[in-house]
Structure formats: structure tokens, C-alpha cells
């Protein structure tokens, strides 16, 4: 019967590998969803990106201690994982510290410094946990957070602390078995934070040590696979969708707004009649902008699910913060809210089938739109590379060129473009007038 627990192993991580695959393949469907778009040129600068933005995360440094706090729960998340292969590997295979023998003298050296990640990952979620429910930062008590949102930051951060301890509990009840002599607990020797644990548990019996040992081991595996489960419904996927994304994010310099081919054709056209291609049979039929998610490139809906939701976009931009709608944190939100429900609807139906809403009007309302001044602010501060301009941008679009809807202000200045040339109202024949008082 001493192989039920490998079986038991066996079957949970199976179980919550295929569950967490499954979830990745429904997020890859639901980002291809977006239209196409070619992101494979300049690949050096593309792989530094991801060294520098995703690795080395590089925005983060401009607040240096939030960064440092921030990178210790990164680094904890990436490197303590080396650990859970020695746990991984004692389930499926019935042993115990499996990497003491061949790593020797080294063992000891690399749980010191797990346990010493460990305490500081603690140390930083307690801050974060301080900063969010306590200081609470106004870039963290926004509405954008109400609800799920909110709860969903906390419950990682709780979820870490308890990993962490667990970790550090499971090695001291494992030291405290060492020395009362328990079999298959081989001599490690004493680790730095767990050491200073042990006298708390001397006085219990080997039974009930080995009960506490076992019960942190097993609770910390299962809690890093429920973990890995959670990521897929929480602001958490960016953990992974920060390196793809920062591979690819645009490489145009900030400020340039790509145009519409078709529409810089027709001013062209206009301004050099002599250039207008003749005519062939039936004209195309053109969309403008985005209306809903299917109109959204790829690479703007994998910005919608690596969001981190820290709100340091809406914190820099200039129409949040003087009072108007729009906050760009909110825009990737409902943008995922939005592909998700579509997701879903396509799951269940087979094809998209028609729900009656629109990421533009639903989820995203004309007065957010209008607000934005296109400053880059948002795109600037993401420390992920996300750009909430693109789908603001996509969606006014939409709004002006197949809604005609635009406020009277921009109407007389579309209307002098069209007529003038310019966004004046002066004919072009009087444009050069001024000159002659000189």
C-alpha cells in the first residue's frame, strides 16, 4: 500500500496539468480571434525587449523600492520553482529529498537561499497587502477594482505568504524529525530561517511531526497547482504572457499613429487627382476601425490578457487625472471581459453567435473615447508593454468613420480638411496672404 501517495501524486498533477493546458489552448483561440498582424521583424530588438522589459523589468526601476519588493516576489515565483522539481520528482518517484545525495555540500547552499527568498517574498506581499488595504494608494481604490478585481490582487498575495510558509514549516518539522533520529529523514543540517523554527516544535512526538511534515508537503504542492489553475482567471497571467508580450511590442517610434492605407490613398488622391488608379468593376467594401474584439488585431487582445491591472497607466494619464471618464486600466479590462464572454459564446454555439453587444458602446462608452488626448502616457508607463492607445484609437475610429459620430468641434474640422486642405477655414488659394504684409 506504500505506493497509494505516488498514485495519488500522480493523478492531482496530471489532473492539473491538463486543466491549466486546457485553459492556455482556450486563451490562445480567443487571442486569434484579433486580425492578423506582423510582429516578426527585428527579432534582436525584440529579444532585448523581452531581457529587459519582461526579465529585467526595466519600467519597474523607476520607483526603485516598489521594484525591489516587486522583483523578490518575481524572482521567488522563478527560481523557488527549481524546488518544487525536487518535490515533483519525490511524489512521482516515493522518495525524499531526491537532490541531497548527488548535489551534496551544494544542498544545503540552495535551500539557504530559498529560505532566504522565501521570508523576503513574504516580507514584500505584506507590504503590498499594506500599500493596497491599508495606505490604500489611489491608484488601487479606483472603481476600475471594484468587485473581483480587487479581491482577486489580495488573494495572490495571501496565497504567496501561505506558500511560503508552508515551505519554510515543511523544512523545519523535516529538521526537528532529523534529530530525533526518524527514519528515511536524512541530515541536512540546519537551514538559515527554518533552523531558527525548530525549537518550536521539539517537544512534539515523531508521529505528529511526521503528520505536520506531511501535511505542509502535500499543501504546498496542491497549493502550486491550484495556483498554476488560478492564473488563467486572474490579472496573474501576466506572469507568463509578460515575455510574449514584450517580444512583441511595437518598435515605432512613440507617437506615431499608424494610418489606414485606404484612407491615406483617398487624401493622396485628393491632393494629386493625377495619381487616382482607374476604376475596376465593383468597389470594395472597407470596415473602419473596430466595433467589437473580432476587429482588434491579435496583438492588441494578448495586451488585454497580459494586463497587471496596476493601474500606473491610468495614474499617468492626463484625462483621468482631471476627473474625466476615461482610464486606460479599465479599457484592457472590459477588452478582456469582453473577449472572454465572446470566447465562451463560441465555445457553446460552435461560431459566434449574435448577443446584441459590442466592446464600442457596451463596455466601452463614447465619452471614454473622446477624452483621450493620444499623449502615449499610458503606453509609456506599462511596465509590461501593453498599449491601451491602439484600442482606443481603433474604436473612435469606428465611432467617427462608420458612425459619423463625432462632437461639432471635430466635424468642422474634418469638414475644413475636406474642403480646405487644412483644419482652418481658409481657402487654400488664401493661404499664403499672411506673406505678403512682409
Not at 497509494?4 to 496539468?17: D, E, R, T
Not at 523578490?72 to 511524489?91: H, K, P, S, T
Not at 473615447?369 to 491602439?390: F, G
Amino acid at each position: 500500500m506504500h505506493f497509494i501517495p505516488q498514485v495519488l501524486f500522480v493523478l492531482i498533477s496530471g489532473l492539473a496539468v491538463w486543466l491549466f493546458a486546457k485553459n492556455i489552448v482556450q486563451i490562445k483561440k480567443n487571442i486569434l480571434l484579433g486580425k492578423e498582424e506582423d510582429l516578426s521583424d527585428h527579432a534582436s530588438l525584440r529579444w532585448k525587449n523581452v531581457l529587459l522589459l519582461a526579465f529585467g523589468q526595466k519600467k519597474m526601476f523607476r520607483n526603485p523600492l516598489v521594484a525591489f519588493l516587486h522583483l523578490i516576489v518575481y524572482a521567488g515565483f522563478i527560481i523557488i520553482n527549481i524546488e518544487v522539481l525536487e518535490i515533483v520528482l519525490d511524489g512521482l518517484l516515493g522518495t525524499h529529498r531526491l537532490f541531497l545525495k548527488p548535489l551534496g555540500s551544494l544542498y544545503p547552499l540552495l535551500i539557504n537561499c530559498f529560505e532566504i527568498l522565501a521570508l523576503l517574498v513574504i516580507i514584500s506581499c505584506a507590504v503590498f497587502l499594506i500599500r493596497r488595504n491599508i495606505i490604500k494608494l489611489r491608484r488601487f481604490i479606483s472603481k476600475d477594482l471594484d468587485g473581483w478585481p480587487r479581491s482577486d490582487a489580495n488573494y495572490i498575495l495571501f496565497t504567496e505568504i501561505i506558500l511560503m510558509s508552508l515551505f519554510l514549516t515543511l523544512n523545519a518539522t523535516d529538521r526537528s524529525l532529523q534529530l530525533q533520529g526518524a527514519a528515511h529523514y536524512l541530515d541536512t543540517g540546519s537551514f538559515i530561517v527554518s533552523g531558527k523554527l525548530v525549537p518550536l516544535f521539539q517537544h512534539l512526538s515523531q508521529g505528529t511531526l511526521i503528520g505536520i511534515e506531511r501535511t505542509c508537503w502535500w499543501l504546498h504542492i496542491i497549493g502550486i497547482f491550484a495556483f498554476l489553475n488560478y492564473l488563467p482567471y486572474s490579472k496573474h497571467l501576466h506572469i507568463l504572457l509578460a515575455f510574449p508580450n514584450a517580444y512583441y511590442a511595437s518598435l515605432k517610434p512613440m507617437g506615431e499613429i499608424q494610418n489606414m492605407e485606404n484612407v491615406q490613398n483617398e487624401v493622396k488622391y485628393m491632393m494629386q487627382p493625377e495619381l487616382t488608379p482607374p476604376a475596376s468593376g465593383e468597389p470594395a467594401s472597407m470596415k473602419f476601425g473596430a466595433k467589437d474584439v473580432f476587429d482588434l488585431s491579435w496583438k492588441s487582445l494578448l495586451d488585454a490578457y497580459s494586463c497587471t491591472e496596476c493601474g500606473r497607466c491610468s495614474a499617468a494619464c492626463p484625462a483621468n487625472q482631471t476627473g474625466k471618464l476615461l482610464s486606460p486600466r479599465k479599457i484592457m479590462m472590459a477588452t478582456r471581459d469582453r473577449l472572454e464572454e465572446v470566447g465562451k459564446n463560441i465555445k457553446a454555439n460552435g461560431s459566434f453567435k449574435d448577443d446584441g453587444k459590442t466592446l464600442l458602446h457596451q463596455y466601452i462608452s463614447t465619452e471614454e473615447l473622446r477624452a483621450c488626448t493620444t499623449c502615449q502616457a499610458c503606453v509609456q508607463e506599462c511596465p509590461v508593454s501593453i498599449s491601451p492607445l491602439q484600442i482606443i484609437l481603433e474604436l473612435r475610429r469606428n465611432l467617427i468613420m462608420e458612425e459619423s459620430n463625432a462632437p461639432q468641434e471635430w466635424n468642422g474640422m474634418f469638414s475644413n480638411i475636406e474642403n480646405n486642405f487644412a483644419p482652418w477655414k481658409f481657402s487654400p488659394d488664401e493661404r499664403d496672404k499672411w506673406a505678403k504684409e512682409f
